[in-house]
């Protein structure tokens, strides 16, 4: 068996809005044998610039574009594509958009290796531990207390056990940032209330910010702090009376190490759109090496979703899976499967490779680049 195609697809809805949103465009990777099976993948980057790694040609052995190394290899072999990928595209970055878009096809090769063998792929990853997850609803802040407590109050009427708020306007004033913690405690009553930062502060303005909330009984501060600031998350989180939580932007296990290897964070959220299966795997097995906690990211397609439940699903100690509920087409109509927590838990597919079939008449309609056919 041998890939023919590798296929970059471009889909965006009509009106992108101006907030932190990864689920208003899509960047879809298909990856076709010769004996007619295809997997699909997606990055969660920019999708024109994820394009540009895929249509790049062939400038030296250490920086060619992806679709030039991977047509006429058997797409069976995932580990040793992933170390081609990494090598032949040395001088593109090792642990950003290139790692990236490597994932988006590791996560379309897993698919079609799945489909070859007729079996999902949290099996080919070893073995699912977890038939469903606790989901929770991952949402943006309402612009202040009372909008934020209305926002949460509507997914736990919707069946959620748990309600992640994030993002904008956090971060503007002390005043502000308790408003907004508050507003979401009081929305979610008695259920798991997750409150994720954006990136705005520095580390002791951040352990301020978790001793205010610890009276808010939250069960993780996410990314307080910017993504790069690994010595101010190993200090934040000896000092924290709250677990912290990060990982969504870091791309593969050079990424994530010096993480690890600081015991900097209690819960690793690890995005198979910027991981993949195989430094997934990688990640996971540290993760649960050094005995902190995994978590997927996810606020993407239900390609993504569906990724990441498999993925999750093999982890000793999954014990929360992000669902985002962001009112979006890419979000609920790009599969004919619909993916979403139900009664307060999200179910494990178990069809071959991830489980998914592509929604054709909904990427026609959506479909705005597209190269390799």
């Known amino acids: 068996m041998k890939i023919t195609h590798v296929i970059c697809q471009i889909l965006r809805v ?6 932190t949103a990864s689920c208003q465009d899509v960047v879809l990777v298909r990856v076709r044998a010769d004996n007619g099976l295809e997997g699909i993948g997606e990055a969660d980057a920019s999708p024109e610039v994820i394009k540009a790694i895929f249509d790049a040609p062939f ?23 992933w170390q081609k990928m990494y090598r032949r595209t040395m001088y593109f970055g090792r642990t950003s958009v290139t790692i990236a878009a490597m994932s988006a096809v590791d996560m379309a090769l897993w698919d079609l290796k799945g489909k ?30 009372q909008e934020t407590r209305d926002i949460a109050c509507r997914w736990v009427e919707a069946g959620y056990q748990a309600v992640k708020l994030g993002w904008e306007p956090m971060g503007q004033s002390e005043a502000l940032d308790i408003e907004l913690v508050r507003g979401g405690r009081e929305g979610v009553g008695d ?52 677990p912290i939580a990060a990982g ?27 991981c993949g299966f195989t430094d997934g795997s990688y990640i996971r097995a540290r993760v649960e090496e050094i005995g902190a906690r995994l978590c997927n990211h996810c606020y993407t397609s239900p390609i993504t979703v569906a990724a990441s ?18 009112d979006s087409p890419m979000r609920h109509e790009l599969t004919l499967e619909k993916l979403q927590t139900k009664n307060g838990w999200i179910t494990v597919p178990d069809e071959p490779g991830l489980s998914i079939t592509l929604n054709e008449d909904f990427v026609k309609k959506y479909l705005i680049a597209e190269s390799g056919r």
């Open 191 to 242: 259920a798991t209330l997750l409150i994720d930062a954006g990136c705005v502060w520095d580390a002791r303005t951040a352990l301020r910010r978790a001793q205010a909330f610890h009276e808010f009984n939250i069960g993780w501060l996410e990314e307080p702090l910017r993504q790069a600031d690994i010595d101010g998350y190993a200090w934040l989180r000896d000092r924290s009376p709250v």
């Open 14 to 19: 009509e009106s992108v809005k101006a907030k």
């Open 59 to 81: 400038s030296h052995n250490i920086a060619c574009g992806l679709r030039q190394l991977l047509i006429g290899e058997n797409p069976l072999e995932t580990e040793r594509l």
């Open 248 to 274: 969504e932007g870091e791309c593969g296990r050079e990424s994530f190490r010096p993480l690890i290897d600081r015991h900097a964070l209690d819960i690793y959220q690890v995005d198979p759109s910027r």
């Open 309 to 326: 439940l498999h993925w999750l699903s093999t982890c000793r100690d999954a014990f929360l899976f992000e669902d985002c509920v962001e």
């Open 116 to 145: 070859h063998f007729g079996e999902p792929i949290h099996r080919l990853l070893g073995g699912k531990i977890h038939d469903r997850i606790k989901g929770y609803a991952s949402i943006l802040f309402g612009c202040d207390g």
